[in-house]
């Protein structure tokens, strides 16, 4: 009995197994052309920066995305070569299966054909119908004799088709092979690539060591205008939740004055307004500054259901220092955002998402724009100029500025960052790849 039930249960998991496939794989397949397509870009901007004579931040960081990339790529065709070998295992099993179900069909037609070698005189078949007791039996014993003439010929029919089913899966079992294989020498293939980087990563990380007085230098001077910087942006924050807390307190007196000068007018309703008093001040307490209207609620659900395709802010650039804490050598710094490199200074800079400037600076090193979407924030610093001002409403992919020089004087540069109302996100993840 647990025999049988854990056939059962094999074969269900079996079939389902089966029935998942052809969606896996045209999802890892869509997956695997998308990172090729990504490897390629990546290829191509690091082909930029490759050739200078001078190592770069955005070099490594170039190479270590690449690096990324490619394990992913590797990861899917290590996915790939799962499925496949399942595939085969799977059919493998299915053709046993076949198999000896073609072994029973045959053993029985046998059966059956001996019977009637040994029952085959014309006397035999007329004396089963005669010696019938009525004319309804013999009938029904002519009936039985063709069934059992159709129930051979449909033996002959199902050996066939088996046959037939036992050679298509051998067919489709020696195609999951051949793709097995082509998978496995890809994944060869790939192995190497990513070897080749890795030791391409540590030529330019030795070269970045020798360098690092300049490294020094250039990762002090970025750490101070983060630092200016994020002061300014929570500056901005701060001033836009004090202003959007004054304009609902505002609404809030005028709405209580509104129900004192009612209940002056009408006396008789005065009670309803004690009533009303303890529900205006849970309000209050539910109060979403940043999200306190219906047009920033939107907002802030649009850049949400965006995560992830976002455009980027520039047209042609790599990613030089990626989110977070990068380090390099005995050098280690935090970046607040991911800072854009680009091939040449002056490049277009654009907005990411429909939003509202809300700040325009200054920073010392560059210029800065704010854009706010609902309780969402992309900031935009490094720019050699700005043409938005406070309150202009921006488009995505409107132009708002463009780049200034890059740090180490490779190209242009814009560092992104993206803000959660005070808290830091990754940009990266919100971006389109």
């Known amino acids: 009995m647990k025999k049988s039930l854990f056939l059962v249960a094999f074969l269900v998991s079996t079939l389902a197994a089966l029935a998942q496939q052809p969606g896996e794989r045209a999802r890892m397949e869509s997956e695997r052309k998308a990172l090729q397509r990504e490897l390629k870009a990546m290829q191509d901007e690091y082909n930029k ?133 082509s998978a496995l020498s890809n994944q060869r293939e790939q192995l190497a690539v990513l070897a080749d ?35 300014q942006i929570a500056a901005v924050i701060r001033r836009e939740i004090d202003a959007a807390r004054k304009a609902e307190a505002a609404r809030v007196a005028a709405e209580r004055k509104r129900t004192e000068e009612a209940n002056r007018a009408n006396p008789t309703t005065s009670t309803g307004s004690v009533a009303t008093a303890p529900k205006k001040a849970a309000a209050s307490k539910e109060f979403k500054p940043l999200n306190s209207s219906e047009k920033e609620i939107s907002l802030s659900a649009n850049f949400e259901k965006n995560k992830g395709s976002l455009p980027w802010p520039v047209d042609n650039g790599v990613v030089s220092i990626p989110y977070g804490t990068s380090k390099v050598g005995g050098l280690e710094f935090d970046n607040p955002g991911i800072t854009i490199s680009t091939p040449s200074a002056g490049t277009a800079v654009k907005a990411i998402f429909d939003g509202e400037v809300r700040s325009v600076s200054n920073t010392g090193d560059g210029m800065m724009v704010m854009i ?62």
């Open 49 to 181: 920066v490759k050739g200078q004579k001078k190592v770069t931040l955005g070099q490594l960081n170039a190479l270590l995305g690449k690096i990324a990339v490619q394990d992913a790529y590797i990861r899917n065709i290590n996915n790939e070569i799962k499925v496949l070998s399942d595939e085969v295992y799977l059919s493998t099993l299915e053709i046993n299966r076949l198999q000896r179900q073609l072994d029973t069909l045959k053993a029985q037609y046998i059966r059956s054909v001996v019977y009637a070698y040994k029952n085959r005189s014309s006397y035999d078949y007329l004396n089963f119908i005669f010696s019938a007791n009525s004319f309804n039996d013999a009938l029904k014993r002519v009936g039985y004799l063709r069934n059992y003439r159709a129930y051979r010929q449909q033996q002959v029919a199902t050996i066939k088709d088996t046959q037939k089913a036992i050679e298509e899966r051998k067919q489709q079992l020696l195609g999951k092979k051949t793709e097995k294989n």
């Open 197 to 231: 980087q890795k030791k391409e990563k540590d030529v330019v990380v030795n070269k970045l060591k020798s360098q690092e007085s300049d490294l020094s230098k250039q990762i002090a001077s970025k750490k101070k205008r983060d630092k200016q910087l994020q002061n």
């Open 372 to 433: 706010r979407h609902g309780k969402y924030f992309s900031v935009y610093s490094n720019l050699a100029s700005a043409n938005v001002s406070i309150g202009t409403i921006v488009r995505t992919g409107q132009s708002i500025g463009t780049t200034a020089t890059a740090d180490d004087g490779s190209g242009g540069q814009v560092d992104l960052i993206i803000m959660q109302e005070y808290t830091k996100v990754n940009p990266r993840s919100w971006l389109r790849r």
